[in-house]
T-cell receptor, first 118, second 112 residues
């Protein structure tokens, strides 16, 4: 069974600095997707970034980038130039590719609470 | 990405009653998912709802407690039946599209 582990329950960073959130996962699959979702106090679950396992290049979305190490089963999120609005719960998630598109379940980590301090 | 709305956004209910949560998507989608997020916890999948077929429930969740409807490709409902305080959670619907899941804003439920 797949598992996702986020070993940092809480983190904090000063505004404008860089922070890295850790995520490791366990799977025997070779094809899958990895995600980082953000959940601010509003509780809306927002997709931050997605990584396809078959791509060696790390995904980047503006100030957000990942360090994807497939062999090590590691998928960390780097937030550059942190902003107050980045304060949120961050969840790492794994999705298998089953039956050519059907039944795409997400396996979730427990989350990391990030506080950006002024 | 899909735009997803949920009703109600929040509610306070008495134990023993039932609440139906609606999820509306602005485009046709094959798969819709219902999640529960208990206070301070991660998301737990309740069931997967495909249009035209019975919902598939995860271990620990049963249809009698969480009946789901999926009448068309843009709409689904989740009912939380015979509620108890332990059902106090955020309930989120999501849809699968373009190899990603997108989420509604959630329904915050408090059961007294």
């Amino acid at each position: 069974a797949q598992t996702v582990t986020q070993s940092q329950p809480e983190m904090s960073v000063q505004e404008a600095e860089t922070v890295t959130l850790s995520c490791t996962y366990d799977t025997s699959e070779s094809n899958y997707y990895l995600f980082w979702y953000k959940q601010p106090p509003s509780r809306q679950m927002i997709l931050v970034i997605r990584q396809e396992a078959y791509k060696q290049q790390n995904a980047t979305e503006n100030r957000f980038s990942v360090n994807f190490q497939k062999a090590a089963k590691s998928f960390s999120l780097k937030i550059s130039d942190s902003q107050l609005g980045d304060t949120a719960m961050y969840f790492c998630a794994f999705m298998r590719l089953l039956n050519a598109g059907n039944n795409r379940k997400l396996i979730w980590g427990l989350g990391t609470s990030l506080a950006v301090n002024p | 990405s899909a735009v997803i709305s949920q009703k109600p956004s929040r509610d306070i209910c008495q134990r023993g009653t039932s609440l139906t949560i609606q999820c509306q998507v602005d485009s046709q989608v094959t798969m819709m998912f219902w999640y529960r997020q208990q206070p301070g916890q991660s998301l737990t999948l309740i069931a997967t709802a495909n249009q035209g077929s019975e919902a598939t429930y995860e271990s620990g969740f049963v249809i009698d407690k969480f009946p789901i409807s999926r009448p068309n490709l843009t709409f689904s409902t989740l009912t939380v039946s015979n509620m108890s305080p332990e059902d106090s959670s955020i309930y989120l619907c999501s849809v699968s599209g373009q190899e990603t899941q997108y989420f509604g804003p959630g329904t915050r439920l408090l059961v007294l």
